[in-house]
């Protein structure tokens, strides 16, 4: 069964990300990923607002599966990044793969902060 709720999890986190890569990165006429940043840095405030509720005993072992492992996983991609970001770096375009690193980690970092900040996660214990 937990399985499956992986599972479900991913089959909408995956195609939310492809559409709102697409979506955002269509608004942008450069070679930057903009599209893969938003959906790591929305997914990672996502990831934060539900384990810092989860963490809080407000939500199940299935919950976390489903929402965390499942959704939260499939939206967000690491592969993407580090290909796009190599990529980059091989057009010679060092300095904007310095910046998809820097504002990648930045941005997912604090915005997981942010989110686990709001619903009382990083609190001790």
Known sequence: MNWLLVALGAAVGAPLR????????????????????????????????LTGALGAGTGSDQARLLLVTGLCGALTTYSTFSYETLRLAERGRAGLAAANIGLSLAGGLGAYVLGAGLTGGLGPG
Request: charged share 10%.
């Open 18 to 49: 492809y559409l709102t890569d697409r979506a955002v990165q269509t608004r942008h006429g450069s070679v930057f990923p903009w599209g893969t940043v938003a959906v790591n840095v929305a997914g990672s405030l996502l990831l934060g607002l």
